[in-house]
RNA sequence: CGGGACGUAGCGCAGUCCGGUAGCGCACCUGAAUGGGGUUCAGGGGGUCGCGGGUUCGAAUCCCGCCGUCCCGACCA
C-alpha cells in the first residue's frame, strides 16, 4: 500500500490485493489466535445470505437441519481407516476438562460423518425409516499449517450434509443431485463459473467411494475447489453399524452421502469478480444492493436531500415487482464526508449499485446510477425508478456471470498439449489445462512434484473438450481419462 | 520443523550503522470554511520503542537471551 488511499492492484500483486480487499472492506479481521479470523458484519452478512440461499435449496430438495456436537470421542475418529488417516494430522483434540485430563480426548470435529453416523445407526431399524436427509450448519476446525483469510483458516463456518439410503443408487444419485444444486448456486448466486467433476484417487475425502467436486478459477487463473460431494458407499455404515432390514428382510448396510460448502466461497466470490477498486458483489449476495448518495451543499440543502434519499429509498424498498425479495437499500446521509470519498467507500465495499440523488437531479426527476461492475453511469427518471433499478440489477448480476466465464474460458488450454508447453502454461499465467492422463497415481505425483499442478477433476461430459485427448500428455500412453490440470488453492 | 526478513501510536513507516528531549503520513477528536469522484486550514488526543537481562552518566539505538509475526518450503474445505 505505497498509497493510503489506493489498493495494491490485482496485477502488481494479486495476494496482497486480496488480503487488502478483505481487511479494508471490513470482511473479516485477524484474531489473536494464528490462522484464525473474525468475519465481520460486511463478510458475515454476504455468509447469510449464501446461506440462505443454499437452506432453501436443501429444504427442497427435502433436507432438514439438525446439530450434532462439536466434540467427537477419539474412538469415533479410529473407526474409519482412512477418515482417521486423513484427518488425524489436522486435528484440534481436547485432553482435560473441569481442570482433570479426560479420559477419552475429545477431537474437535474436522467434520462430523462420524459422530453422525453413528447417531444414525441409533435411529435406523428399517428400510421404512430411509432415505434420512439431514443438514447441519456448524463450524469446523483443521489444524492448517498455512493460512488465508477466508480460503484456508483454522476454524470455519460451513453446511454439512448427511445421507442414508437403502442402495447405493440412490447414493449416488444424491451425491449428483447435491452437486447440481452448488452448481446452480455458484452459477446463478455467485455468478462465477465452474466445472464440475470426480475427484481423482488421490484428491477424493478420506473414506469416501467417489468424491464430485466444484472448481471455480480466479482471476490469478487458479483453481480454487468450491464445494465437494461425496458418495461413501458403505464405508461408514460398516463402521458405525449403521444397518437396517431390507424389504426382502435381509440385514444391509446404509449407503451414506455427505457434502459441503463453506465461507470459502467468500474468498472466491472476491477473487472472482473483485477489481483494483475493491470487492464487487453479485446483487443477490449482497446485504445492501443499492446504496443512496445524498448530494448537498447547505444545511438547508441537506435535509431537503436526506428526505428525498429517504423517499427513494421507501419507493424502491416498498416495490413488489420481485415478490417478497424486496430491494435491499441504504441511503448514506453521513455528513462530514465528502460524496466523492463515500463512492470510492462504497465501491471498496463491493455495492452493486449506486444511485446519486443531488439537487439538480431532484430538478430533472431524475436520479443518476453508476454501476459497480462496469462503472458505467446513466440517469434514471424517477417514475418507474423501481423496476429500473431492479433491471439494471439483474444485468449486473448477469453480466458479472458472462465476465468471469470469458475470463476463464480465455486461460483454458485444450487440445493436444505436449508436457513441454504444460510446463511453459504452469510456470507462466497458469490456467485450467485439459490433458490426457493414463490414470496412474504415479504420473499425477509426479506432475505435481515437478510444476505443483494437480488434477482438479475428472470433468463432467459435459465440459469435456469436443475432440478428447487419446494419449496421456506425460506418457504418451492411451489416456484413461481427459482431466482438468491447475494450480490451486 | 528447515531457509529468509521483521518487531517504534489503530495502520503504514523513518530514526538504529555513528547512544543524548520519540518523529512522519494516514486514521481519530474539536472548530471553521468547503460540498456532483478520495476538500482545506487551524487546534488536539494517543507510544513502558516486542519481553528480560547486561554495558553506559545516559539505550529505540550497542551486547546476550527469549518471545512473536510475516514470507518461502513440507500439509490442505
Redesign the pocket.
Known amino acids: ?1 505505497a498509497d ?3 489498493l495494491t492492484t490485482r496485477a502488481e500483486d494479486f ?1 496482497a490485493w486480496y488480503n487488502e480487499v478483505v481487511l479494508r472492506a471490513e470482511l473479516a479481521d ?1 484474531s489473536p489466535v ?1 490462522g484464525s479470523m473474525v468475519i465481520r458484519p460486511n463478510g458475515y452478512g454476504i455468509w447469510e445470505r449464501m446461506q440462505r440461499a443454499l437452506d432453501d435449496k436443501f429444504k427442497a430438495t427435502g433436507h432438514v437441519n439438525a446439530y450434532f456436537p462439536l466434540l467427537i470421542p477419539e474412538s469415533f475418529m479410529h473407526k474409519e481407516a482412512q477418515h482417521v488417516e ?1 484427518f488425524a ?2 486435528c484440534a483434540v481436547v485432553t482435560h476438562g473441569g481442570g482433570k485430563k479426560l479420559e477419552e480426548p475429545l477431537y474437535i470435529r474436522p467434520t462430523s460423518e462420524t459422530i453422525i453416523y453413528h447417531m444414525f445407526a441409533k435411529w435406523v431399524q428399517s428400510y421404512r425409516d430411509l432415505p434420512i436427509l439431514m443438514n447441519q450448519w456448524a463450524n469446523v476446525v ?1 489444524w ?4 488465508r483469510l477466508f ?3 483454522l476454524e ?1 463456518l ?1 453446511q454439512e450434509g448427511h445421507t442414508a439410503h437403502a442402495t447405493h443408487d440412490e447414493a449416488e444419485a444424491e451425491a449428483k443431485m447435491i452437486l447440481g444444486q452448488y452448481r446452480d448456486f455458484m452459477e446463478n448466486w455467485m455468478a462465477m463459473p465452474v466445472v464440475t467433476g470426480l475427484k481423482s484417487e488421490s484428491e477424493k475425502f478420506a473414506g469416501a467411494l467417489r468424491t464430485y467436486c466444484l472448481e471455480a478459477m480466479m482471476q490469478d487463473n487458479k483453481a480454487l ?1 468450491a464445494g ?1 460431494s461425496h458418495n461413501l458407499g458403505q464405508n461408514f455404515a460398516k463402521a458405525f453399524e449403521l444397518k437396517f432390514q431390507a424389504e426382502s428382510g435381509e440385514i444391509e448396510h446404509a449407503w451414506n452421502t455427505s457434502w459441503g460448502v ?3 466461497m467468500v474468498g472466491g466470490l472476491i477473487m472472482t469478480h473483485g477489481d483494483d ?1 475493491g470487492l464487487v458483489t453479485p446483487p443477490k449476495l449482497a446485504p445492501i444492493e443499492v446504496v443512496i448518495v445524498p ?5 438547508d440543502e441537506r435535509a431537503k436531500m436526506v428526505e428525498a434519499a429517504n423517499k427513494l429509498k421507501a419507493e424502491l424498498t416498498g416495490w413488489s415487482g420481485r415478490g417478497e425479495d424486496r430491494l435491499r437499500v441504504h441511503v448514506d446521509a453521513r ?2 464526508m ?4 463515500k ?3 462504497w ?2 465495499r463491493g455495492i452493486p449499485l449506486r444511485l ?6 431532484l430538478e430533472k426527476q431524475s436520479v ?1 446510477s ?1 454501476r459497480r461492475d462496469t ?1 458505467v ?1 446513466a440517469a434514471i427518471p424517477m417514475e418507474g425508478v423501481a423496476p429500473a433499478v431492479a433491471q439494471l440489477l439483474a444485468s449486473i448480476q448477469a453480466d458479472l456471470f458472462t465476465a468471469a466465464k470469458a475470463r476463464r474460458d480465455a486461460a483454458t488450454h485444450r487440445g493436444d498439449i505436449t508436457y513441454d508447453r504444460f510446463k511453459e502454461i504452469m510456470e507462466g499465467p497458469g490456467g485450467f489445462v485439459y490433458a490426457g492422463w493414463n490414470g496412474d497415481p504415479a504420473v499425477e505425483a509426479q506432475v505435481k512434484e515437478e510444476t505443483k499442478a494437480t488434477i482438479r477433476c475428472i470433468p463432467d461430459e459435459e465440459f469435456r473438450s469436443p475432440n478428447a485427448p487419446k494419449t496421456c500428455m506425460v506418457t504418451g500412453q492411451p489416456a484413461k481419462y481427459e482431466v482438468v490440470w491447475a494450480k490451486a488453492y
Open positions: 500500500m493510503d488511499k489506493k495476494s485477524y494464528k486423513g494430522p489436522e483443521r492448517e499449517m498455512r493460512t480460503l484456508r483458516t470455519f460451513w475447489q465437494t463453506s465461507t470459502r477498486n448530494i448537498w451543499k447547505t444545511d455528513d462530514g465528502r460524496s466523492g470519498a463512492y470510492y467507500e465501491e471498496l446519486e440523488l443531488g439537487p439538480k437531479d443518476f453508476a462503472r453511469k
